[in-house]
Structures are given as structure tokens and as C-alpha cells.
């Protein structure tokens, strides 16, 4: 069963309250919704007018107000008293946002299940959604509104007759995930992994795994706290932090492990006591993604039965690690995250999906990794070149490794995927096996979409 679509309603006195203003006399204002965005703003919502440095969105209340804003929060002094706008005036609106979710949270009698990690948090979300939505109904993060600002957008749109809100959380700075775990303050925690991501802002690892730890310092308590097998660090970290955090993975000391399985280039299938799952996906970090899952569903008292009917409904959403076929090429699409570890995930899914045919590859560049960056690039590319691909697109930061060993029929390379996009598809016979993977910031959707153009009415 899915949510109620229907939304809550804000009204002025508790907006008030939650934000510590004072009473006012005058008209209770009733909000259809919150937005932070003048451009997508609808009718009676109430406009989050969020200031940086630079940029005070302040600027935009006379495009809120003719979108039809009823009201906003602004900071103190930034109140336009020509328009028909009610103000919540306060220090720093992002603050007065997540306080306003954090209220929201108190009042509702939901579930709250939080998921982070370096990587694979979207697929354990969706994955969990799935799980759960067998037996009560359950509200999820839309795509990956996942920060301090989206975070405290999704609570804030939640349904009040949804049983379990499952909500990513993400972090880019230090400290973020501590707030967010104010806001939310979660019931049951997953930390999926840990690994090279964001190190421009962490530091190293040890920054990641300290940043992540901070869901689980902030839950309620009162439910369980799941986490990934790898790396090491992650398990000894949780278990430190709980005697009885459960370690969800295929390797020896996993607290949930399957009495089988198996995870093939396209499907993985696993049992556990009664409960046997067959999912559309492939490769071992899906097979961990979806034990990590099932974990969460045992937790919450999933009958196995659920959860393994759940499971088989999950999809990848949009391009996160879909396999596609488009005419005679197996693409494996994966654009939205890449960090070393899940780039390597790629790779060993795609070296088994070859079966004989030749292989290619558009990498785009992996961000955020600061002092990392060159080297983490150099090492994904020796293993890009060991894997033997025929056909190399090399852009943003893998310009610049040499791939001097590679077997290549044809390594392309160019600062701008854009640039590289017609060569890439000009270099193949229209039957390889593909793997495009980059950051979101590469914009490789671009790539999927040239070789639709390309090669998507062929047979």
C-alpha cells in the first residue's frame, strides 16, 4: 500500500511556535505546502526565502508573491511590506527551515527510518520502500532530497496517515549530518558504507565514517541500527556505538547473511530462513544493498513472505546502475554518484556481463575528492584498462591518465564529455557492452541519450 497522496496543513499559529516567534494578532493564515524555490512555488505555499553569503533569495519574494505565496520566512530586515505576504522573520531561514521540520517530526506518530553512506543509499531507500509498503503505508525521499535543505522539504510534505517515513540522508560538509539527525531524529538507522566521497570537505575515510556515525548519535533509540559490511572500519564503529547493531552483508562476520545466493551480471537471488528473493538487478553490491534491506524489513517486523514480494517489485530509478538494452548494446547506466568504490562495483558488473563481446566505457570524472582527487582517477583507470574495454571515452579528470598499457581499439579524451559524446558513439559496432558512469556533475544522461539517437532502432 502506498501513502495518501493528501498533504498536511501549516497554519500560522504553529509555524510560530515551532519557530519561537511570538504570538501575533491578526489573520491565521492555512499553507498548502513549503518551498524554497520562487520558480516552482505553487499557490498558498509558504516561500523559505534561504540566504547565503552571496545570494539572499529574499530578492525573489516579488516572483513568490506572483506565484501566489501566502507567506514567508525571510531573514530579519528582508520583509517587503508591499506585498500581501505574512512574514516569519528570523536570524538565518535555513535554521527556521529545519526547526519548522523538526516540529513536524515531533507531531507525527510515523516511523522514521533513515539511510545514509557513501554510496548505494538511494538503491536501499528505494529498496526498503519497497519492503515495507507490503504491510502499512510508507512515504519516501523523492529522488535524492536528501540535504539540509531537502531533507527538512520532505518531512514537511509528508503525508500525516503515512505509518514509516524512509529518508535519505546525505552530507557535503561537516556537522550537516548532525542536524539532520535533529530534524528527523530517526528510529531505525542503515549506514550503507563508507568510502572515498565528498573527501574534499571530510578529509579522509575516517572524516566520512565520524560524519556518517552522527545519524546513529542522534536517533531516538528505539530502533535498530543496521550498516554494510564494508568497509571494516564500519562494522567495528557501529558495534562500538552498539552492542547490538546488526552488520548486513555475504562475508564471515555478518550478523544477517543468506544461507545462499547468488548475484549474477543482471539478477541476484538470495534466501534466508523462509524468506527468498529474486531481484532484476545485478552485481554484489545490489545483492548487499538489498540484504541491507532485508534486514531493515526484520527489523520492523516484515513478515519474510512481504518483504520478498516487496523486493521483487524494486526498479533502479532513473539511471542509478540500470541495466538498458538499447538496440544491440547492453548499457549499463549509472550517473548519478561515482566515488572509487562504486566505480569498481561498475566495472565488475560490466566485466560479467561481457560473455565474449567487446566492451566500452564513458567515465566521467568522480568530484569531491580533494587531495585524493589525481590519485583515486589514476587507480580507476589502471583497473578500467585491466578490464580490456575496446573502447575508452576518458573525460574530465581521466583525461589526464595515461592508459599507456591499454588494449583500447580507441581511447577517446576531452575535457568536456560533451566534446566526446559523437566520437564515442562513431567508435562502436552497435553490439558492445557499456558502461557510462560518472557524478552527476558529468551530465552523462547526455551520453544514454546519443546512443538511443544512435542505436536505439537497430536490431
Known sequence: MSAATHLPTLRSGRIRCALGLGAQDGEERAYAGVSSDSRTLKPGELFVALAGERHDAADFLPQAAARGAS????????????????????????????????????????????????????????????????????????????????????ILRAPPDADTWVLEVGASEPGEIGRIAEIARPDHVVITTVGAAHLEFFGDVTGVLREKMRLAHGASGRGALIVGEEPDVLPAAARAHRADAIVAGIGPGADFAPDEYVAGPDRIEFRRGEMGVSMGVGGEHHLRDALIAAAVAEALE????????????????????AIRRIGRLTVLADCYNANPDSFRAAIAQVRRLLHGRRGAVFAGSMLELGPEEARAHRDIGDELQAAGFDVIAATGLFRSVPFDGASARSVIRAEDPATAIAAFGEALAGDEVVLVKGSRGARLERVIDDLEARFGGRT
Open 71 to 154: 507567506g514567508a520566512i525571510v531573514r530579519a530586515g528582508r520583509e517587503n511590506p508591499a506585498l500581501p505576504l505574512e512574514y516569519f522573520s528570523v536570524p538565518d531561514p535555513l535554521q527556521a527551515l529545519g526547526d519548522l521540520a523538526a516540529g513536524a517530526r515531533r507531531d507525527s506518530a510515523a516511523t522514521v527510518v533513515a539511510i545514509t553512506g557513501s554510496s548505494g543509499k538511494t538503491t536501499v531507500k528505494e529498496m526498503v520502500a519497497c519492503a515495507l509498503s507490503e504491510v502499512g503505508r510508507v512515504y519516501r525521499t523523492e529522488g535524492n532530497l536528501n540535504s539540509q535543505v531537502g531533507l527538512p522539504l520532505t
Open 302 to 321: 516484515v513478515p519474510p513472505a512481504a518483504a520478498a514480494r516487496g523486493l521483487s517489485r524494486y526498479q533502479p530509478l532513473g539511471m542509478r546502475g
